[in-house]
T-cell receptor, first 112, second 112 residues
Framework: NAGVTQTPKFQVLKTGQSMTLQCAQD?????MYWYRQDPGMGLRLIYYSASEGTTDKGEVPNGYNVSRLNKREFSLRLESAAPSQTSVYFC???????????FGQGTRLTVV | GEDVEQSLFLSVREGDSSVINCTYT??????LYWYKQEPGAGLQLLTYIFSNMDMKQDQRLTVLLNKKDKHLSLRIADTQTGDSAIYFCAERGDSSASKIIFGSGTRLSIRP
């Protein structure tokens, strides 16, 4: 049982470069989420997808785009990376509202 | 708006009880959650409480909910070194129940 799988685990980017963080879940969950974790700020929601075909902005969407490619996959794209986007990124999914959210292991991104 | 607040650090002696506190703003939250994050890992659901409950006990864990004051606490009895982690309080975030909003996390450290 893989659960929620994120790739890559680590990444270093130069300012202005672009990249896509991948997330896939094999639990047939409807909702998927992207968070960033910064010291002292907890997890802040970037974007979420309540169901296949829908995406919505969270608390800190600026500088990011997402794609809910299908029910399994939810990707996060940085078009032009900035040092302020240095963070640990977590993908999560859950079957439906008010159920447990399952998290990936995180992607540690550094923008220099 | 939605907000979940926690203190950032807590240090307790091994064997004592730990109490981690959380305040939230969304009075329509149906479920409130406690997640645990161990070093280098994603978050895992520790326990949750339904909003019509005042207390929930699960082995060494006791969750207390004061809806009037929008205050949630997690008590860990007989704290062990394996309890060292960051503990996040979370609520559903809005009336659509699609989002999950996390607090800043409380880092629990155990003294011998």
């Amino acid at each position: 049982n893989a659960g929620v799988t994120q790739t890559p685990k680590f990444q270093v980017l130069k300012t202005g470069q672009s990249m896509t963080l991948q997330c896939a879940q094999d639990m047939n969950h409807n909702s998927m989420y992207w968070y960033r974790q910064d010291p002292g700020m907890g997890l802040r929601l970037i974007y979420y997808s309540a169901s296949e075909g829908t995406t919505d902005k969270g608390e800190v969407p600026n500088g990011y785009n997402v794609s809910r490619l299908n029910k399994r996959e939810f990707s996060l794209r940085l078009e032009s990376a900035a040092p302020s986007q240095t963070s640990v990124y977590f993908c999560a999914s859950r079957r439906m509202e008010n159920t447990e959210a399952f998290f990936g292991q995180g992607t540690r991104l550094t923008v220099v | 708006g939605e907000d979940v607040e926690q203190s950032l650090f807590l240090s307790v002696r091994e064997g004592d009880s730990s109490v981690i506190n959380c305040t939230y703003t969304d009075s329509s939250s149906t479920y409130l959650y406690w997640y645990k994050q161990e070093p280098g890992a994603g978050l895992q659901l520790l326990t949750y409480i339904f909003s019509n409950m005042d207390m929930k006990q699960d082995q060494r864990l006791t969750v207390l909910l004061n809806k009037k004051d929008k205050h949630l606490s997690l008590r860990i009895a007989d704290t062990q070194t394996g309890d060292s982690a960051i503990y996040f309080c979370a609520e559903r975030g809005d009336s659509s129940a699609s989002k999950i909003i996390f607090g800043s996390g409380t880092r629990l450290s155990i003294r011998p």
